[in-house]
Structures are given as structure tokens and as C-alpha cells.
């Protein structure tokens, strides 16, 4: 995929190294790696000036002002691209979008579901590949950003303002997974990847799950053995490197995290197993 200098500024810029990606899941081609790593030496400047600094993992409780842009974002999105499986009528969706949405390598391929044409919602080398997501805003940035994400009988209602890194929301909700919505979440390299997959449940996700594998695992199940855990809602919560890490997975079962696990491992592995939390307030 050769970037051109209109769209190089889109993508998000990630912290992934190389070093990381070679030894990651379902790697790419090594054309389509080389096309990453250039991607990956850009300065994103039009990407921080359209949503703002994307706040780093020690800042604790996100501020307000961002949940109203997510908000926003909705609501001043008036064109999206509808695909069925990767194609818009007779159109691929990369070709519907006009270089606005669905841009990279594989970036629609199979993808089901709305996206936005704000030039950052899929975005990425198979950014939204054979994801079956209903609405994309300002998401799914990066490489495998939302790649398989609700796919095999999965469901994802909404990614708004979240899934931006590499693997940020790979595999989520997966195989009978169910999210109803992300919400200015999932901010980094593998932040959400893989949460709530097999059968894992998590009502919604908003203002959190910042930070390198901050919820990947969450509420995951165990493919053959047992079905996913089960997390009533992450609130302005899980802020931190692998902070909610492998949280209710295996058949746990957490009510609400609202407000909660701020720093680098703080609720790792909580409640798995089976394991039971009401709540973590």
C-alpha cells in the first residue's frame, strides 16, 4: 500500500514496534508490513488537532469535555458508507469511501456494518477486515485496528471515538462476543484486543481501557472449554499498561468497574475463573 502524502497524516501513530509486530498475531505480508512501518514514522499533527491529546495512561479519570466530543462526533457525522460484507452495491467499500474511510491494504475487506467518512475510521492496513461492527465513528485506526472484531456471531452496537492503535479492538467480541458500545476508549497498541471474545460479555465501554493491553482478555472465554466472563461496564476506568488485563476471563463475572483500576496492572486478573466482584468502585 503506498501512502500518499494526503493520507499519510491520518493514521494513527503507534508506539508498536517492529519488533512486536513480527512476533504478533496473523502477522501481514512483508509488503504490507514495510507499508506499516513507514506509516508508523509519521507525526500524526491533523490527528491531534482533530480529537485533541489523547490522554496518557497516568492521568486517572478522563475529563469530561471528551466523552461530549465523542458525542459530537456522532451527531456532525452525516456520511457514512454502508458495507455488506466489503462491498457497497456494486462498489467496494474502500471505493465508496473515496479515500475518507475504509484506506489501506485490506482495510474493508468482508467488513459489515456503517463507517463514517470523517478520513479516520478505518484506516489502516485491514483495519476493519471481516469486523462486523454497526457503526464506525472516528475509529478503528491503525493497523488490524478492529480486525475480526464481532465476527463469528459476535456484536459490536457502536465504536465511537475508540479503537485507535495496532490490535487496538482485534478480535473483539469475537465469536459470539457482545459489546453494545465503545466510547472514547481503547486508546492504544492492544488496548481492547481480544476482550470479550468467545461468548464475553461487557454491556459498554466508556472513557476507558487507555494504555498498552489495558483490557485485552477482559471477559474473555476459553475457546472449547468455557464460555466468556462477564463485565456490567467499564466507566472512566482501566487506565494503565495491562491494567484490567485478563479481568472476569475464563467465566468471571465483575458488575460495573466505574472510576477504578488506574495504573499499570491495577485489577490484572481479577475475578477469573469463575471468580465474582459486584463491583469495583
Not at 489501506?104 to 483495519?127: R, Y
Request: aromatic residues 8%; proline residues 1%.
Amino acid at each position: 500500500c503506498n501512502l500518499s502524502l494526503s493520507h499519510q497524516g491520518r493514521l494513527h501513530v503507534s508506539k508498536f514496534s517492529k519488533k512486536n509486530l513480527d512476533h504478533a498475531h496473523d502477522v501481514d505480508t512483508a509488503n504490507a508490513a514495510s507499508a506499516s512501518s513507514f506509516a508508523h514514522k509519521i507525526k500524526s499533527n491533523a490527528y491531534h488537532d482533530m480529537v485533541g491529546h489523547i490522554p496518557t495512561p497516568d492521568i486517572g479519570i478522563l475529563p469530561n469535555k471528551q466523552g461530549t466530543l465523542s458525542e459530537n462526533l456522532v451527531a456532525n457525522c452525516t456520511d457514512f458508507v454502508v458495507c455488506d460484507n466489503g462491498m457497497n452495491g456494486t462498489d467496494t467499500c474502500a471505493e465508496a469511501c473515496d479515500g475518507a474511510c475504509c484506506f489501506g491494504t485490506d482495510a474493508c475487506t468482508n467488513f459489515t456494518g456503517e463507517v463514517c467518512k470523517d478520513d479516520v475510521s478505518c484506516f489502516g492496513t485491514k483495519a476493519c477486515f471481516h469486523a462486523k461492527v454497526n457503526r464506525v465513528v472516528h475509529g478503528c485506526n491503525g493497523t488490524h485496528a478492529c480486525k475480526y472484531a464481532a465476527d463469528n456471531e459476535g456484536f459490536i452496537g457502536e465504536v465511537n471515538d475508540s479503537c485507535l492503535g495496532d490490535y487496538a479492538c482485534y478480535g473483539t467480541a469475537g465469536y459470539g462476543g457482545n459489546i453494545t458500545t465503545i466510547v472514547n476508549s481503547c486508546h492504544d497498541d492492544s488496548s481492547c484486543r481480544l476482550t470479550a471474545e468467545y461468548g464475553g460479555s461487557i454491556t459498554e465501554i466508556m472513557n476507558g481501557c487507555h494504555g498498552d493491553s489495558a483490557c485485552m482478555f477482559a471477559a474473555q472465554g476459553y475457546a472449547g472449554y468455557s464460555a466468556g466472563g462477564s463485565i456490567g461496564g467499564v466507566h472512566d476506568s482501566c487506565i494503565g499498561f495491562e491494567a484490567c488485563w485478563n479481568a472476569a476471563y475464563y467465566n468471571g463475572i465483575i458488575g460495573n468497574i466505574s472510576s477504578s483500576c488506574h495504573g499499570d496492572y491495577a485489577c490484572l486478573s481479577t475475578a477469573t475463573a469463575g471468580g465474582g466482584i459486584g463491583g469495583i468502585l
